[in-house]
């Protein structure tokens, strides 16, 4: 069987909603991240982050999580400092709804195929995800979560076919994106607690 491992890359968040501090709401979507990663079964789980952030991932992660330290945040970073595994799904940290098969399926097409990419639903900017192989294939080019497109992930590829996309899932970047989350899902326990401490409705 495959040695596979979903990394959270804590990258850099850019909004909350009103009365909610910044770095409060970061940690709070990072943690039901990686809460989530937790439950999946087959695979090992590991955070990322720039120097810069260390400290907010070993406050975070469960004991024996590995966290790992890239130059940037980007899959490409993350993908180059993983050893020992055979697959590796690099996803970003604001989806603290994520459901658990939708990571699956950003998996799956790994037996095929060397890259899979999970676009944001509804055809928003950036990506959900991005899984490959190891090593990484050197036509891959550096995709930074927060712009990139399965087109990009694509520009380089022998054959379009190498890159599958997969189900999406929407990111929490805007008012827009946080009236979607359904308060029946269970799960986001963390950004939850932090909405309803801001009077918001969750």
Same mark, same amino acid.
């Given at each position: ?14 909004? /909350? ?25 087959? #695979? ?6 720039? @120097? ?14 590995? #966290?790992?330290? #890239? ?40 037996? /095929? ?18 899984? #490959? ?24 590829? @022998?054959? @379009? ?42």
């Amino acid at each position: 069987m495959a040695r596979r491992v979903v990394v959270a890359l804590l990258g850099p968040v850019h909004w /909350s909603p009103p009365g909610v501090d910044l770095a409060q709401w970061r940690a709070a979507l990072a943690e039901d991240v990686i809460d989530l990663f937790a439950t999946l079964n087959e #695979v090992e789980v590991a955070v990322a982050v720039t @120097p810069a952030d260390r400290a907010l991932a070993d406050a975070l992660v469960w004991p024996g999580t590995a #966290v790992y330290e #890239v130059a940037e945040p980007t899959p490409n970073a993350v993908f180059a400092a993983l050893e020992g595994y055979d697959q590796a799904a690099v996803l970003v940290s604001d989806v603290p709804d994520l459901p658990a098969l939708t990571v699956g399926k950003l998996l799956r097409p790994l037996t /095929s195929r060397p890259v899979a990419v999970a676009p944001v639903e509804g055809g928003g900017p950036g990506l959900l995800g991005v899984a #490959v192989r190891l090593p990484a294939p050197d036509w891959l080019p550096t995709l930074e979560l927060d712009t990139a497109t399965p087109a990009e992930a694509r520009g380089n590829a @022998p054959r @379009p076919g190498d890159v599958a996309v997969t189900t999406g899932w929407r990111r929490l970047r805007g008012p827009a994106d946080l009236a979607t989350l359904d308060p029946a899902f269970e799960g986001w326990e963390a950004t939850r607690a932090l909405l309803s401490g801001s009077g918001r409705p969750t």
